[in-house]
Nanobody
Framework: QVQLAESGGGLVQPGGSLRLSCAAS????????MGWYRQAPGKQRELVAV???????MYAESAKGRFTISRDNAKITVYLQMNTLKPEDTAVYYC????????????WGQGTQVTVSS
């Protein structure tokens, strides 16, 4: 059974940084496409960034230039470094594991709250 556990969320001031982590288990992690999604109150869940098994990454327009997704296959962990955070980045951030870039996979973490506020 695939399990994903996010951590690293919290309260940060505008312009600040956070690094989210997602530890995976029960899967051949190195083969998975890993993604970060977010859902703000009253909005649909949206893709933030995704990284393929080969390390190719893609970003939502809102994340380009500010966020960086990376993976450490030895630690079975995917990261999301978020810089220059804005209030509109406030959301619950979810880790996702799948097999196809651009399509959310069937496995989700429980989510971690990110709040950007002064």
């Amino acid at each position: 059974q695939v399990q994903l556990a996010e951590s690293g969320g919290g309260l940060v001031q505008p312009g600040g940084s956070l690094r989210l982590s997602c530890a995976a288990s029960g899967t051949i992690f190195s083969r998975n496409v890993m993604g970060w999604y977010r859902q703000a109150p009253g909005k649909q869940r949206e893709l933030v960034a995704v990284i393929s098994s080969s390390g190719m990454s893609m970003y939502a327009e809102s994340a380009k230039g500010r966020f960086t997704i990376s993976r450490d296959n030895a630690k079975i962990t995917v990261y999301l470094q978020m810089n220059t955070l804005k209030p509109e980045d406030t959301a619950v951030y979810y880790c996702n594991a799948g097999t196809t870039v651009g399509l959310a996979g069937p496995h989700w973490g429980q989510g971690t709250q990110v709040t950007v506020s002064s």
